[in-house]
């Protein structure tokens, strides 16, 4: 079922991620009954936010901060914006930093991301944009107790399961979520890496989408 977007103030996507947005939310019915239950934990934490007019802070936590969770977060940022639902402001980290990984960067761009690099290095940093009409995101691999990241009263939502069996307390947060998704670097210098990066990066953008569709 596609939610009627009439009742919220929905931002205007770039055009290209917009074309990815209207063709995956028509999956929502796809998404499997445990993850929904899971999803709507999320939705529900973000609800209960925004009708006592709090901020909203979620940062999305894997081991190395270079693929599933910058997915999440740049997904989770443009459903918020793409849905209406203000005070949102998204973050990610691992419990190590490495890099934003080119791979999982390109699949974001091919979804529609329009991502610059700012700075060389081993960890080099990006600029997003998912809106004209929005502030960009800057990104990079962090800790996710870096101090560009929330440091109290947010959500913690665990994008890998080793990061959420190795790191069983988030300081700081006031909600922990397990929303894990397999990893597409399993794939990585085999000739389904580009198809497998997309597969995840469309898994994680109908997942985040589902869940800032069912805010109230």
Same mark, same amino acid.
């Given at each position: 079922m596609i939610p009627n977007e009439s009742k919220k103030g929905v931002g205007t996507l770039?055009?290209?991620?917009?074309?990815?947005?209207?063709? #995956?939310? &028509?999956?929502?019915?796809? #998404?499997?009954?445990?993850? $929904?239950?899971?999803?709507?934990?999320?939705?529900?934490?973000?609800?209960? $936010? =925004? &009708?006592?007019?709090?901020? =909203?802070?979620?940062?999305?936590?894997?081991?190395?901060?270079? &693929?599933r969770s910058h997915m999440a977060q740049l997904w989770a940022q443009a459903a918020a914006y793409h849905y209406g639902v203000r005070g949102v402001t998204c973050y990610s980290g691992g419990t190590e930093a490495t890099a934003f990984n080119p791979r999982?960067?390109?699949?974001?761009?091919?979804?529609?991301?329009?991502?610059?690099?700012?700075?060389?290095?081993?960890?080099?940093?990006?600029? =997003?944009i998912y809106s004209k009409e929005a502030p960009a995101l800057k990104v990079f691999s962090k800790r996710y107790?870096?101090?560009?990241?929330?440091?109290?009263?947010?959500?913690? #939502?665990?994008?890998?399961?080793?990061?959420?069996?190795?790191?069983?307390?988030?300081?700081?947060?006031?909600? &922990?979520?397990? #929303?894990?998704?397999?990893?597409?670097?399993?794939?990585?210098?085999?000739? =389904?890496a580009e198809t497998k990066y997309r597969e995840r990066a469309v898994q994680i953008g109908t997942e985040m989408l589902y869940v800032f569709a069912r805010v109230k």
């Open positions: 770039l055009l290209a991620l917009m074309g990815t947005v209207e063709r #995956i939310r &028509r999956d929502f019915d796809k #998404i499997p009954e445990d993850r $929904k239950n899971l999803l709507s934990e999320l939705a529900d934490f973000i609800g209960e $936010k =925004v &009708r006592v007019g709090q901020p =909203v802070s979620l940062n999305f936590i894997c081991t190395h901060n270079s &693929r999982a960067v390109e699949a974001m761009r091919n979804v529609g991301f329009q991502i610059t690099k700012t700075s060389d290095g081993a960890n080099p940093s990006y600029e =997003v107790n870096d101090p560009v990241n929330p440091a109290k009263d947010f959500a913690a #939502i665990m994008t890998c399961s080793h990061a959420d069996q190795n790191c069983p307390l988030v300081l700081g947060a006031s909600k &922990r979520i397990a #929303i894990t998704y397999d990893d597409p670097k399993d794939f990585d210098d085999t000739p =389904v």
